[in-house]
């Protein structure tokens, strides 16, 4: 499993065009726990390359955004795996996560 020092970092504003971000912090402001949930998340959609690395897919990948951990997934992935795009957006909602859509 990935680390925290593993996580990507933002690049820039472009590469969130048309994704859904889930924030881990609740509505009411708490930080999600526990701090390795971005990376289990996008872990379900991660390979392993032939360097013994965790590779995470440009669906799914979690990234910082201003020192909170984030899961970016990619819009597309509403349309070429319903099932799980379902199953991310019913942790954000059962987890109470804020979720902010970018287009």
Known sequence: MATTGSM?????A????????IEGVTQDGRKF?????A???SGMLAT???DHRMHYSPL??????DGVKCVVIDATLRDTNA???????AFAKI???KVVEKN
Do not use: T, Y
């Not at 990507?8 to 820039?12: H, I, N, P, Q, T």
């Not at 799914?60 to 955004?65: G, Y």
């Open 60 to 65: 799914l990948r979690p990234v910082s955004i």
């Open 33 to 37: 726990r526990p701090s390795d949930w």
């Open 14 to 21: 472009k590469s969130l065009n048309r994704s859904i971000i």
């Open 48 to 50: 392993f390359g032939r």
């Open 95 to 97: 987890n109470n996560l």
């Open 83 to 89: 099932a799980l795009f379902a199953q991310l957006m």
């Open 8 to 12: 990507l970092r933002m690049e820039s």
């Open 39 to 41: 990376e289990r998340m």
